[in-house]
Nanobody, 126 residues
Framework: VQLQASGGGLVQPGGSLRLSCAASRFTFNSYPIGWFRQAPGKGREGLACISNIGDIIYYADSMKGRVTISRDSAKNTVYLQMNGLKPEDTAVYYC????????????????????WGQGTLVTVSS
């Protein structure tokens, strides 16, 4: 079952956005869920990942310090709060799940994730 990312849009440099990733109850309770982005002409890049019970969180270096990942069990939703956005953060943002627990060791290699949704576009521009 694919995950559903939402919350993208146009934001000015320095602004903030909160992205949402809706999952089925089974996926939410069973697998880690991560956030990725893909800018035009570039590969898919891992940003942050949270375990199925929220006890293990990994942040990639790319946006570390500017993003916070969290989860809401009542809504089966994982969030990505992004602050201090820059034009180079413009990309399509995706969420995906993984059956592997060592996503920190693999630095969230996309090939270990699945159930990709269609993504949500974030445009940072004045």
């Amino acid at each position: 079952v694919q995950l559903q990312a939402s919350g993208g849009g146009l934001v000015q440099p320095g602004g903030s956005l909160r992205l949402s990733c809706a999952a089925s109850r089974f996926t939410f309770n069973s697998y880690p869920i991560g956030w990725f982005r893909q800018a035009p002409g570039k590969g898919r890049e891992g940003l942050a990942c949270i375990s199925n019970i929220g006890d293990i969180i990994y942040y990639a270096d790319s946006m570390k310090g500017r993003v916070t990942i969290s989860r809401d069990s009542a809504k089966n939703t994982v969030y990505l709060q992004m602050n201090g956005l820059k034009p180079e953060d413009t990309a399509v943002y995706y969420c995906a799940s993984t059956i592997y627990a060592d996503y920190d060791r693999t630095h969230m290699a996309p090939e270990f994730f699945g159930s990709w949704g269609q993504g949500t576009l974030v445009t940072v521009s004045s």
